[in-house]
């Protein structure tokens, strides 16, 4: 397994070799989880394909707070290999993995117990309670496989590799297809095979990143020692100091998701399986401007560790470049054909009209998310970790009364503006903070 060193050679060609591996892998990733949807969708009828969309919204709180940790290690990861001490990236991998075992726990505990009442929060109808709390307490259970991904795909990251993922993602989504299909249309499981399909696709996409870091000649685990496992309060610390203010971004981002979802579980259950839809849709053209940020982190932690700025300067325009670009092809394609999407997963004429709808809008403003995920992820690689969690504050300060007020008044439509207006204020808070970054390294 080779890495990309992003402190020397070629600044373009490192990142798009590190890009375009990541992106298929993302996509594949996504792609799994679409074909949750259309086979449920298809196979289990559209209640089954709410439960599940529903349930997704309070997920991310959890789920999207585990994601966050990681990818907060993953910036410790970074400096770390930038600055060439191999022995250190053990040791911070080694007390990652100890903190990493301990936050699930806790995640799996305290989301298994929230579900419930969660569910009952967001105003879930009864003909879809069933459905979700099935479909919830399976995800939270196999919560350890997903967190075990994610610290190997992290560690990866940070050394450059975005192949091995990518490799790891191709296996597991054909392993998921298979299973939906098989525990959908012929063992007639209910959502409940599908959430199972999602755990084990997950277990084996972390199985295969740490086959592989074993193996690597730049940072083998099999160096590791029980003493790298213990944790050191200091390593502990500074992991936590990145991990946290990303989780509680994440998490403070879904609330305002949340209360969005139960806004528009009032309105009934087209509102419902519609939002569900085009949450599938965001998810998958935003992955461009995902891939992006991700890149750019990567690329940024490594020369923070090196201390070349010239570098990380360059480095951001290029992302942002690439960011840019991907939403104005991205969003033609969703201007040019939102009603054929919309009906690749629902039948209902008012589901499909609201889709359509979004969808639309969404195009225009795909440019503006994007931005925000390369400007967030540069922030939080060059070591302010609190300015994208505030970042997630505003957003949900600024989705809330938008979706409060705006449903009332102009139906499904406000969804779509409360998600623009989230974006827009979250971007303008991360590009004035990278800008002053900058200048103040560049002063010292």
Not at 36 to 65: E, K, M, Q
Not at 257 to 263: A, D, H, L, R, S
Not at 361 to 382: D, E, G
Request: one cysteine or more; proline letters at 2%; a positive charge.
């Amino acid at each position: 397994m080779t890495g990309i060193d992003f402190t020397k050679g070629s600044i373009t060609k490192n990142l798009l070799l590190f890009f375009f591996p990541l992106l298929l892998t993302n996509t594949l990733q996504q792609a799994y989880t679409f074909a949750d949807t259309v086979i449920i969708g298809r196979g289990l009828g559209d209640d089954a394909l709410a439960a599940v969309g529903n349930f997704g919204t309070f997920s991310f709180f959890v789920t999207g707070f585990s994601m966050g940790i990681m990818n907060g290690f993953s910036v410790n990861f970074s400096h770390t290999f930038g600055s060439g001490n191999m022995t250190a990236l053990r040791k911070i991998f080694g007390n990652a993995a100890a903190l990493a075992v301990i936050v699930t726990a806790v995640l799996t505990a305290a989301g298994s117990a929230l579900l419930y009442p969660v569910m009952r929060m967001m105003r879930t109808s009864d003909a879809i309670m069933r459905d979700s709390l099935v479909y919830g307490y399976i995800i939270f259970g196999g919560l350890f496989a997903a967190a075990f991904y994610n610290l190997c795909s992290a560690l990866l990251r940070a050394i450059g590799d975005s192949r091995t993922p990518f490799t790891a993602i191709c296996v597991s989504s054909s392993v998921n297809i298979v299973l939906d299909s098989l525990f959908v249309y012929v063992l007639k499981t209910g959502v409940s095979g599908p959430a199972f399909a999602t755990v084990f696709s997950q277990l084996v996409s972390g199985l295969i990143c740490v086959y592989r870091l074993a193996k690597s000649k730049t940072v083998s685990l099999r160096g590791l020692s029980r003493n790298d496992l213990s944790l050191n309060g200091a390593s502990a610390k500074s992991l936590l100091k990145n991990g946290i203010p990303m989780a509680c971004m994440n998490s403070v981002t879904s609330v305002g998701c949340i209360f969005v979802q139960g806004c528009i579980n009032g309105f009934g259950a087209a509102y419902t399986s519609a939002y569900s839809v085009c949450s599938k849709y965001l998810n998958l053209f935003m992955l461009p401007g995902i891939t992006a940020g991700f890149t750019s982190a990567a690329f940024t932690g490594q020369n923070c560790g090196a201390g070349d700025l010239i570098r990380i300067r360059k480095g951001t325009k290029i992302s942002c470049v690439v960011a840019a670009v991907s939403a104005l092809l991205l969003g033609a394609a969703l201007f040019a054909f939102p009603e054929q999407l919309a009906r690749l997963m629902l039948s209902g004429d008012e589901a499909v009209a609201c889709t359509v709808m979004f969808l639309k809008r969404f195009a225009f403003f795909l440019v503006l998310l994007n931005l925000l995920f390369v400007f967030r992820n540069t922030v939080q690689a060059l070591g302010k970790p609190l300015v994208p969690m505030c970042s997630g504050i505003a957003e949900m300060l600024l989705r809330i009364p938008v979706i409060m007020f705006g449903l009332p008044l102009i139906g499904f439509k406000a969804a779509a503006y409360a998600e623009c207006a989230a974006w827009a204020g979250a971007l303008a808070i991360n590009a004035f903070f990278y800008l002053m970054t900058v200048s103040d390294k560049v002063r010292q």
